[in-house]
């Protein structure tokens, strides 16, 4: 690699989330002269207020659901008490681990971390606190941040960055918002013992899954006694006398809760980060606007993660963290696919899910066919559950390729990451029937879907 030895650095990074992160140490061990700029703690939101710590408290939510559940097995004993400081202490414990494991990865590669907040003070140079840095390439990985609607009493509400960081566990949550966070959230509170509430605007949450699906996991949210409102919209939050704090919705209904949780979305990171000075264009959210090689307007500025909003997934960040380092660093020129991602929500029943939902399929394809299975696995016929398990392939009729697949039950995110395996390689439906299965699982009950549910002609 031969250096531009007219700058200090080769690429400068601002960020050290999980695309920021990925795309120093990789090109750094390309012997790219790499720095990277974070304000805060190495690891960005997943690590350290998103999908780990979150990951964390499902498990610990579902530890509180097996208690319930363990007398079906023989072990009849009560469920003991719930001690929240110790999941926040260990919580706490694993991501401080995290962050020096990132630390000493960028070490490791060559990349120098550089602690501050960074402004881009030209086209080819960051300023972090006080001190200027020049580069011949700058890429923006600042991420994303929780979106809060403006309305009387806004303040009142947390959101998905300090619920984290909660003191206490509260007794009631109302949760508003009818995405990851806020169905992830109503679980987790749910299994941790608080009588929870959650609030849409919209006819039913989960906006962009398949609509089966949906509704599967609102009908079995409802069966755990979760108070689950839809077409409703906050329209002002007040304390009251008791310390109790009251949402009144635009239907003159109202709730009195403990916690308010605004799961409502989140926007791109890009404020105060000196982009207008230099011209860099942004869209009507703040995002952004990069080409498929994430280039922005400005030849010297680069961006991915969620300040691009294209998909705001750690693992869609990691990719497109490696694609740049190929394009600018290995010759490579291969565009990014963002078809047939698999994702998953780790919500009670979870979800996973992989390629085109009905509705997409029934668009794209003038013959679809659909084949479905609901069912109660081993353990939930002991547990005395009311949770099912439903799995769904999508098949484009014409060629026999499965389109789709997705599932809700336990596990659903371990299940489908084969699957996507399997969609990305092209298999057909008579690849799937031809699969032997393990037995007994759940999982087998994807190779053994034979008979058609329905058949959709467009």
Known sequence: MNANNQYEYDLFVIGAGSGGVRAARMAAALGVRVAVAEQDRAGGTCVNLGCVPKKLYVHAAEHGSAFAHAAGFGFNSQRPPFDWQVLQQNKDGVIAQANRGLEGILGKAGATLIKGKATITGNHEVTVEGTSYSAERILIATGSRPFVPALPGSDLMVTSDEVFALQSLPARALIIGGGYIATEFAGIFHGLGVAVTQAYRGELFLRGFDNEVRRYVAEHIRKKKIDLRFNSQPAEIENTTDGSLRVTFTDGSSVETDLILA????????????????????????????????????????????????????????????????????????????????????????????????????????????????????????????????????????????????????????????????????????????????????????????????????
């Not at 696919?337 to 009905?358: D, H, M, Q, R, W």
Request: aromatic letters at 6%; hydrophobic letters at 40%.
């Open 263 to 458: 799961a409502t979305g989140r926007r791109p990171n890009t404020a105060n980060l000196g982009l207008d000075k230099i011209g860099v264009e942004l869209n009507d959210l703040g995002a952004i606007k990069v080409d498929e090689g994430f280039q922005t307007n400005v030849p010297s500025i680069y961006a991915l993660g969620d300040v691009i909003d294209r998909m705001q997934l750690t693992p869609v960040a990691l990719a497109e963290a490696m694609n740049l380092v190929d394009r600018l660093y290995r010759g490579k020129q291969t565009s990014l696919s963002y078809k047939l991602i698999p994702t998953a929500v780790f919500c009670s029943p979870n979800i996973g899910t992989v390629g085109l939902t009905e509705e997409e399929a029934g668009e794209q394809y003038p013959h679809i066919d659909i084949f479905t299975t609901e069912f109660r696995s081993l353990k939930q016929a002991l547990s005395g559950t009311t949770e099912r398990y439903l799995m769904k392939l999508i098949v484009d009729a014409g060629s026999d390729r499965v389109v789709g697949a997705h599932m809700a039950g336990e596990g659903a995110g371990e299940i489908i990451q084969g699957i996507a395996i399997a969609l990305k390689a092209g298999a057909t439906k008579a690849v799937f029937d031809q699969t032997i299965g393990i037995h007994p699982t759940s999982a087998e009950e994807f190779v053994t879907m034979r008979s058609k549910t329905r058949s959709i002609d467009r």
